[in-house]
């Protein structure tokens, strides 16, 4: 499938889930300039056209996986656009948190303690429009159960980013372990949730869960592997605010260096944080243990083990084939 055509089928469900939140939106009963303020916040954040990356073709889990148990036509686009609100007020929270660049909060009407309101905002318009599927003419269990996994993947997800908020120095297995808590849990839950409403054969709904879980490894992974290639290319605001000690190259370096290295590489670490324009002590430093070379062996590994969960006769092939070539998009390959 050409990207083209990917980006086609993302820009479609946008629509949607924008026209399912908004239908949802008009009956709450809040003043219509805090409705006007939520719905330019959605707006800011939601991505563009112009702007598409191959991160946004996640939005197309929910659907897909319905689609690769059996589900017909009648798919619930609650489901995705309550994962989708939720996607954003985790994204939005994190940078805020962080201080992140990756959604530009400074240049905007609202301040920062403004903006984790509006995240809290988003996460009551979501469960609003997943409790609106008890009304609604689908199979009460199977709803019940996409309810349950919600809360339960999103208190996995807390967890995870409690783990990362309050850990000063991780080893490598409690590292991943974060990143499956803290990124795979909510990827696990969009195509659990979305297969699950198609079916009740728990195999189908398990390999597609498991596949979800490895792809959001394999975007924190990317985001990880994206702020190496950045910080060897000197790009300065990066290495200014960079969280050195939480990242998946120096987790590396620093679970393969002898003792008396690791005390040394701590040092440079440490003076980055009163002179971040030594970047290049701390880049020789992880090259040495050959990070780069081990986190795109990971990635290898866990797209193989995604890709595992799909290869099965129980999906339905023209959704198998396009979560597989989602997959591959995502990793960079054709």
Not at 264 to 274: G, Q, S, T, Y
């Amino acid at each position: 499938m050409a990207i083209d055509e990917l980006e086609s089928l993302v820009n479609r469900e946008l629509d949607l889930v924008f026209r399912t939140i908004q239908s949802y939106f008009a009956n709450f009963s809040i003043s219509p300039p805090f409705k006007e303020v939520i719905w330019k916040s959605l707006s800011r954040l939601s991505p563009r056209p112009q702007s598409f990356s191959n991160s946004n073709l996640t939005l197309l889990f929910p659907r897909l996986s319905y689609q690769a148990c059996g589900g017909s036509d009648h798919f619930p686009p609650e489901i995705s656009a309550a994962w989708y609100l939720f996607y954003l007020a985790a994204d939005l929270m994190d940078s805020v948190q962080d201080f992140d660049q990756r959604v530009d909060l400074a240049n905007t009407p609202y301040s920062f303690s403004e903006w984790l309101n509006l995240a809290s905002s988003y996460f009551f318009i979501a469960n609003a429009l997943l409790t609106a599927l008890l009304d609604q003419d689908y199979d009460k269990r199977r709803v019940a159960s996409v309810l349950k996994s919600f809360q339960e993947r999103l208190l996995e997800m807390c967890e995870g980013q409690q783990q990362d908020l309050s850990t000063q120095e991780f080893s490598l297995s409690s590292y991943l372990e974060m990143l499956r808590k803290k990124s795979g849990a909510f990827f696990s839950l969009a195509c659990y949730a979305g297969a699950r409403m198609a079916t009740d054969d728990l195999g189908c709904v398990k390999n597609l869960a498991n596949f979800g879980s490895h792809v959001g490894s394999i975007l924190q992974i990317l985001d990880d592997l994206e702020d190496w290639h950045r910080l060897q290319a000197g790009e300065s605001p990066l290495s200014r605010s960079l969280n050195w000690y939480k990242n998946l190259p120096t987790v590396y370096t620093l679970e393969v260096l002898p003792d008396d290295q690791k005390l040394a590489f701590r040092r440079v670490i440490d003076n980055l944080a009163e002179r971040p324009e030594e970047w290049q002590s701390y880049v020789a430093w992880v090259n040495q243990t050959g990070a780069a070379l081990y986190i795109m062996t990971m990635l290898t590994q866990e797209a193989e083990l995604a890709r595992k969960h799909l290869h099965n006769n129980r999906l339905q092939p023209i959704a198998q084939a396009t979560l597989i070539c989602v997959l591959n998009r995502l990793v960079g390959e054709n």
